[in-house]
């Protein structure tokens, strides 16, 4: 791999700056001048998970594209921040550069770890002496995540501390008493609140197995979702060719066309 132009990218970054200055200018589009900070969130989220399907689909053209578009919009809220706020785009750069190196002491100081588990223990306790005394390894942490995602950072955060199961069988053997008391609660007249709170614990607990199992568990429900979305188009497809409606149908009927679409669907990924 060639070692990268950093003279081609400095200046990519001066015209990319050029070009929000002019945007945001006096002169520049009405639309993007009078954008403020409460009007960026969802945008930032939008662009976020553009990016993240891009990835996970492989798709480097696509990559490519909402990368540059996350990249875009960061510096467009820190124009926007020096603008309103008076907080220069180099002082947010800076003080960055200041954290990371603070967090990496074993590559800017004289600390030295050997694992990457040694890494992120270091991680989560100067993230911790950074903040007031006494703050919680959970302070400051982003509530808004997506809730399987926010599940699993907590999960992480606690193991970096040593606070996890050390083989995968206690994970497994929670989720499996949590399955038998939802099964106990379905057979009561149990308030909903009450199994709503298992259930919780369920998806609590599930996403405490595929953490172990190194798996990605945002990731993965997101791939049954569209694998129960192709299979479902497949049986919509079949019912039209053959002039026939799903809700006219038993559920015997239902579950052969969904067996038929599962085959049909199964093929074309092969």
Not at 8 to 23: G, V
Not at 31 to 47: F, G, K, M, N, S
Not at 144 to 154: G, H
Request: charged share 30%; proline share 3%; aromatic share 6%.
């Amino acid at each position: 791999m060639t070692k990268p132009d950093r003279s081609s990218e400095t200046s990519a970054f001066q015209s990319l700056l050029a070009l929000i200055d002019r945007l945001r200018g006096k002169n520049g589009c009405p639309w993007d001048r009078r954008q403020r900070l409460d009007d960026t969130p969802a945008y930032v989220l939008e662009e976020a998970y553009e990016l993240a399907e891009a990835i996970e689909q492989n798709h480097l053209g696509k990559i490519k594209e909402e990368l540059g578009d996350l990249v875009f919009l960061a510096l467009f809220v820190a124009k926007i921040l020096e603008d309103d706020n008076g907080v220069a785009m180099h002082q947010v750069i800076e003080a960055n550069i200041a954290k990371m190196k603070q967090r990496h002491p074993h590559i800017f100081a004289q600390s030295t770890f050997h694992t990457e588990q040694e890494v992120l223990l270091n991680w989560e306790e100067t993230k911790v002496r950074e903040k007031k005394d006494g703050a919680s390894i959970y302070h400051g942490l982003v509530r808004t995540l997506p809730a399987l995602m926010l599940a699993k950072k907590v999960q992480e955060k606690a193991s970096r501390l040593g606070f996890d199961w050390l083989e995968i069988q206690g994970p497994v053997s929670k989720l499996q008493e949590e399955l038998d008391e939802l099964a106990e609660l379905a057979q009561g007249q149990e308030s909903k609140e009450r199994t709503a709170e298992e259930f919780g614990d369920i998806l609590f607990s599930l996403v405490n197995v595929a953490r172990h199992m190194d798996l990605e568990p945002e990731a993965c429900l997101r791939k049954a979702t569209d694998k129960f979305i192709h299979r479902f188009q497949s049986m919509e497809q079949a019912l039209q060719r053959e002039n026939k409606r799903l809700r006219d149908m038993d559920q015997q009927e239902m579950d052969d066309y969904w067996e038929e679409a599962k085959k049909t669907n199964s093929t074309q990924h092969n």
